[in-house]
């Protein structure tokens, strides 16, 4: 027993002497072989050595949205500043997504302690990911709120040197009424202009509501018209036939400035999508989201590493 504990109290002396963060970006890299392990087949050992020896020296472009940790948020288990770690160490990232589900303020002294906290860790912020702030609402009272809210992240975004903002337009319907639409343009025109004067692009997505219809995104984008305005895609989120959806994930590439991976397409045609957007000349991050609420660190990790697999092929191939 006390050889026993002497080698317990000799452990611990040793781990307190690694580097907290070695210690984490070395669990990730066996954590990141172990899944790609599991959905491949093959020996963890020898993925492990493929992958040392043919990544790239410029990490890929991959995020994870911090909506896919909103089980441990509403938990009390991870904070903005948690999700930044878990990123940066666990995952062995050099990009946040962060949904403002996860902000809670836009004071600017609670922002610039974020921003201190992304550039501590290197981190760039590919995109802000804004709820409650789409254009269109018809109660003209909601509506004000929303546009305060947007108005406010925006500026949030600048503080945080985000590279993109989503903000949805809003609407429920199959289509857009024309004053609904003039109103939506109208206010992107605003937002674009204020998002490229302060070196940022801003946008739709299409995950919910009208802009869900390709054909009415093509129709936003087009009027909108803005150097400063993109889009978001969250794969395969259209509304419409499967057939549809592909070609919606196809004609938007060149549009796109933003990216979400649901769990569906990381275990679909993964390789697909991403080439979609690699052969429009994308320039943005491919960002994981996960929504089961539930695993989550385990679950991110597997989407994780089937994003990197892809990379590495690519990198391979090259």
């Not at 903002?165 to 202009?193: L, S």
């Not at 018209?225 to 419409?240: K, L, N, R």
Request: aromatic share 12%; glycine share 8%; proline share 3%.
């Amino acid at each position: 027993m006390l050889r026993k504990a002497g080698r317990v109290k000799w452990a611990a002396v040793i781990m307190n002497s690694i580097n907290r963060r070695h210690f984490l970006h070395g669990s990730l890299t066996a954590t990141a072989a172990v899944a790609a392990s599991a959905w491949s087949g093959g020996s963890v050992a020898a993925q492990s050595a493929t992958a040392a020896a043919k990544s790239p020296a410029v990490p890929p472009r991959i995020s994870i949205l911090s909506y896919s940790f909103r089980g441990l948020l509403k938990d009390g288990k991870m904070d903005v500043f948690g999700y930044l770690e878990t990123c940066k160490y666990r995952y062995g990232l050099a990009a946040a997504d962060i949904w403002n589900g996860f902000l809670a303020s836009t004071e600017e002294a609670y922002l610039k302690k974020i921003r201190a906290a992304l550039d501590e860790r290197d981190l760039v912020l590919a995109d802000l990911c804004v709820d409650n702030a789409h254009i269109w609402e018809d109660n003209p009272d909601a509506r004000k709120k929303n546009r305060e809210n947007a108005l406010a992240h925006l500026k949030a975004a600048a503080l945080l040197g985000a590279r993109f903002v989503r903000v949805d337009a809003g609407g429920r319907n199959p289509t857009w009424t024309n004053e609904q639409f003039d109103h939506i343009v109208k206010q992107y025109k605003e937002y674009a202009q204020w998002a490229y004067d302060h070196g940022f692009k801003m946008g739709a997505e299409n995950h919910w509501g009208t802009e869900g219809l390709w054909a009415n995104m093509q129709r936003l984008y087009r009027a909108v018209d803005h150097p400063g305005f993109g889009v978001s895609c969250h794969i395969s989120g259209w509304q419409g036939t499967a057939e549809e959806k592909t070609e919606a994930d196809r004609l938007v590439a060149p549009w796109v400035c933003h990216t979400h991976f649901p769990w569906n397409i990381t275990e679909g045609p993964l390789e697909e999508k991403m080439k979609n957007l690699r052969d429009a000349g994308y320039p943005g991050y491919y960002s994981v989201e996960h929504h089961t609420a539930k695993n989550e660190y385990a679950e991110v990790a597997v989407q994780l590493a089937r994003v990197r697999a892809v990379f590495d092929r690519w990198h391979a191939e090259s």
